[in-house]
């Protein structure tokens, strides 16, 4: 689970590709792999955010991507993805 809060008001945001409004992303799974926690760079100065996951990791022939995420007045915004073989 994950969660973003601002530091100031206390206020508590979902993450980018939340499952259905939790704090809870989707799985990370590669090739016929078990499925792991998806994997998340950030820095504190930065409005960007980059999640590797499988949105739909339940499915049959699932596609993971890296997902290039901006905060932008208070909300995650895709700026890119691309897929991960």
Do not use: C
Request: no cysteine; proline share 8%; glycine share 4%.
């Amino acid at each position: 689970m994950v969660a973003v809060v601002d530091a100031r008001t206390g206020e508590v945001y979902d993450p980018p590709l939340a499952v259905n409004r939790t704090l809870e992303l989707p799985l990370l799974v590669m090739g016929n792999s078990v499925g792991r926690n998806p994997e998340l760079d950030f820095r504190k100065s930065s409005r960007l955010m980059i999640i590797s996951a499988t949105p739909n990791w339940f499915k049959e022939h699932p596609q993971s991507y890296r997902h290039y995420f901006a905060w932008e007045s208070s909300q995650w915004v895709l700026v890119y993805k691309e897929p991960l073989d």
